[in-house]
């Protein structure tokens, strides 16, 4: 992966891509990769508020969550669950500017719910209103999540109490790693260029 982000070749590669389709959305979920562009390329990440009995509790993650019989497709499920849990407005994010493929959690999470990444374009860091599912949001700029000082290793203990160690990146005191990370990952491979 190269360590400058291309908003173009991101754009192009969407464009280019057939649209991920895990099937019927029910008992899928989606979550929304926002782009702020001013005054830098960054995306919107959020810490998951604690709550017992979620998979998901306190981790770092984008704004997502399962289908619902209202959503129309995943990409509407996206847009719905970033309006409820920050308070961006759907008719402000528009229309998505691609999707990602599907991705399955792994490594002892209790769900293996695939998730739909949802790419969206806003010209600028909108205002955030997290509810009570969210504990904190950032804005993280691009630039710091591609920079090698920021990469580590997660030391994650499954629930049985075997650990082992994940790959991690560290951006604005949040550590972004499993189902997030790989999400990410993809995410950064289509908007960099090879080295």
Wanted: glycine residues 10%.
């Amino acid at each position: 992966m190269g360590n400058r982000f291309d908003l173009e070749l991101l754009r192009h590669r969407l464009r280019a891509r057939p649209g991920s389709d895990p099937g019927h959305p029910a008992g899928c979920a989606a979550v929304a990769l926002i782009i702020s562009l001013d005054p830098e390329p960054s995306l919107l990440l959020i810490r998951r508020a604690e709550r017992a009995g979620d998979p998901w509790s306190g981790h770092v993650a984008f704004p997502g969550g399962r289908w619902e019989p209202g959503d129309a497709t995943l990409v509407e499920t996206a847009a719905r669950e970033a309006e409820e849990e920050v308070g961006i407005p759907r008719v402000e994010l528009g229309d998505p500017i691609g999707t990602l493929g599907t991705v399955i959690p792994f490594g002892g999470v209790r769900t293996t719910l695939p998730v739909l990444p949802t790419v969206f374009e806003i010209p600028s860091p909108a205002p955030t209103r997290p509810n009570r599912e969210v504990a904190a949001t950032v804005w993280a700029p691009i630039r710091q999540i591609l920079d090698p000082a920021s990469r580590g290793s997660y030391r994650h203990v499954s629930e049985g109490g075997a650990w082992t160690r994940l790959p991690s990146v560290m951006v604005e005191g949040m550590t972004v790693w499993g189902l997030t990370h790989r999400i990410l990952w993809q995410f950064l491979e289509l908007g960099t260029a090879s080295p």
